[in-house]
């Protein structure tokens, strides 16, 4: 069994900032590719930021200067510094794990956190 865990969401002013965290824990062998998605009310989800086993990142171009995602392997563990937030950027934000299990397979499964509410709102 795999869990992931995120933490760190919350109510902030515009221009504020916020640091999410998503700790992965159980039957892990190794974990690849980690990101964020977030999903505003009557909306769909949508791809924030992604980081590879290896630290390549690639963001989505509304948080492109604003986010930074990074990931302590060791820990298993995601990061998603917030700055410079805006009331757009309202939503639910899960993360995303691509886990082997095992040495021996060849697959990656996703799973996903249960999700943290952010607010920007004066």
């Known amino acids: 069994q795999v869990e992931l865990v995120e933490s760190g969401g919350g109510l902030v002013q515009p221009g504020g900032s916020l640091r999410l965290s998503c700790a992965a824990s159980?039957?892990?062998?190794?974990?690849?590719?980690m990101g964020w998605y977030r999903q505003a009310p009557g909306k769909q989800r949508e791809l924030v930021a992604v980081?590879?086993?290896?630290?390549?990142?690639n963001y989505a171009d509304f948080v492109k200067g604003r986010f930074t995602i990074s990931r302590d392997n060791a820990k298993n563990t995601v990061y998603l510094q917030m700055d410079s937030l805006k009331p757009e950027d309202t939503a639910v934000y899960y993360c995303?794990?691509?886990?082997?299990?095992?040495?021996?397979?060849?697959?990656?499964?996703?799973?996903w956190g249960q999700g943290t509410q952010v607010t920007v709102s004066s």
């Open positions: 995303n794990g691509k886990i082997r299990r095992a040495s021996y397979s060849s697959v990656d499964s996703d799973y």
């Open positions: 159980g039957s892990i062998f190794r974990i690849n590719d």
């Open positions: 980081i590879t086993r290896g630290r390549t990142t």
